[in-house]
C-alpha cells in the first residue's frame, strides 16, 4: 500500500487520479481550495466516504497539510494536479493562477523534498503556444505571448516547468513532468468552458453549438481513462526519465468535426433546417492555438502506454455522463 498525495483532487483530473490509487488499495490525501471547482461535486462527496482518503482544505500555495496540520506520514507520490486549466475560469483569476502555478509548485517540491517523494507534475500542451509546428515534441520550445490574457496559465506552466528541474538537479528531488493535451470524460465540469463540456451541454439543451473562430483549428482529443494511465504509469517508473513526456491522443480533428460529432449523436439533426439552429461561429480569441497534435514517441519508448479510446467511443461515455448533470 502505497501513500499518495494528490493537490486539486477535487477537480476533473485529481479525482481520477485519487479514484485509480484507491483502487489499487493505496490511501490517498487529497487538497484542495475549490477555487476552480465544486465542493458538492458528486465524485468529491464520493471521496470523501472512502475510508481510505483523507481531504483538506487549503491552497497549496500555503502549503500541503491534511486537516490543518502538515501530516507527518511519509508520502510516496505527489501528485501536483492544483490549477485552473479552464481559459475562461484561469483568465477571472489571473495572479491565482500564476501563484498556483510557481508559488504553489514551490510548496508542493518541497513537500516531496521532505517526505523523498516523486512528484508528477501536471504540465500542459500550452507550454507550447500556438506552435509553429505540427506535432509538438517535447523538444519544441514554443511560440508564447508572455504577457497576453492567456499567459498567466502558459507562462505560469512554463515556469513551474523550470522550477521542477531546478529541483531536480539542485536537490535531487524526484520531480517528473507529463504535458497534458486535451483530454474529456467524466468529472468535467459542465460548466467550465472547454469545447468538449461546452458542446454537448448546449446540444443536450437543444441550443447551437458556439464555434469560435471557423472551426478549422485542431485539437487531440484524449480519454480521461488513458491519460490517467500515462500519467500513473510515469509515477511508477523506477528511474526518472528527467524529461517532460507528452500524454494526449495524436489523433487529430478540427473543431468543426467535433461540432458535428456531437450534434449527431445528440441532436439527430435534419439536413432541410437552417445552419444557425445547430452552429454558430464567433471571434477567436486572442492567443487561442491553431493547432494542438502530440507528438507520443516518448510515451510510446518510456512508458509503453498509447491511447486506446477513440473519440466516438469516449464522446459516448461523456455524454452519458453528462445527460444526468444537465
Known amino acids: 500500500m502505497a501513500n499518495v498525495y494528490v ?6 483530473l485529481g479525482s481520477h487520479i485519487a479514484n485509480h490509487h484507491l483502487a489499487k488499495g493505496d490511501h490517498v490525501w487529497g487538497m484542495d481550495n475549490f477555487s476552480s471547482s465544486n465542493c458538492t461535486s ?29 501530516t507527518p506520514v511519509k508520502i ?13 475560469v484561469y483568465q477571472r483569476m489571473p495572479v491565482e493562477t500564476m501563484m498556483t502555478c510557481v508559488l504553489g509548485t514551490k510548496k508542493a517540491l518541497d513537500f516531496a523534498r521532505e517526505h523523498n517523494a516523486i512528484l508528477v507534475h501536471a504540465s500542459t500542451s500550452e507550454v507550447y503556444g500556438d506552435p509553429e509546428f505540427s506535432p509538438q515534441s517535447e523538444t519544441y520550445k514554443g511560440n508564447v505571448n508572455s504577457y497576453g490574457p492567456r499567459s498567466c496559465y502558459d507562462e505560469g506552466k512554463r515556469a513551474a516547468e523550470a522550477l521542477c528541474f ?3 538537479h539542485t536537490y535531487n528531488t524526484d520531480a517528473r513532468l507529463v504535458r497534458i493535451f486535451n483530454t474529456y470524460g467524466p468529472n468535467m465540469d459542465p460548466y467550465d468552458g472547454r469545447v468538449v463540456s461546452n458542446f454537448i451541454c448546449q ?15 485542431t485539437r487531440s482529443f484524449c480519454y480521461v ?10 509515477a511508477s517508473l523506477p528511474e526518472n526519465p528527467k524529461t517532460p513526456i507528452n500524454v494526449g491522443n495524436p489523433d487529430e480533428f478540427t473543431i468543426d468535426e467535433l461540432a458535428w460529432l456531437v450534434i449527431n449523436k445528440i441532436r439527430s439533426p435534419n439536413a432541410l433546417d437552417p445552419a444557425d439552429m445547430y452552429v454558430i461561429n464567433k471571434s477567436l480569441p486572442q492567443d487561442d492555438p491553431t493547432q494542438r497534435k502530440p507528438d507520443t514517441t516518448l510515451a510510446k519508448s518510456i512508458l509503453k502506454w498509447r491511447p486506446e479510446v477513440s473519440l466516438d467511443k469516449g464522446l ?11
Open 166 to 168: 531546478d529541483y531536480l
Open 76 to 88: 510516496d507520490v505527489v501528485y501536483n494536479f492544483a490549477c485552473p486549466a479552464s481559459p475562461p
Open 42 to 70: 458528486k465524485h468529491i462527496t464520493a471521496l470523501k466516504q472512502e475510508k481510505r482518503f483523507s481531504f483538506a482544505m487549503g491552497d497549496i500555495s500555503e502549503g500541503l497539510y491534511m486537516r490543518g496540520y502538515k
Open 7 to 12: 493537490t486539486g483532487v477535487a477537480g476533473f
Open 316 to 326: 459516448d461515455k461523456t455524454i452519458e455522463y453528462f445527460r444526468k448533470l444537465v
Open 225 to 234: 481513462d488513458d491519460l490517467i494511465k500515462g500519467i500513473t504509469t510515469l
Open 203 to 217: 446540444a443536450l439543451k437543444d441550443k447551437p453549438l458556439t464555434i469560435y473562430g471557423d472551426g478549422s483549428q
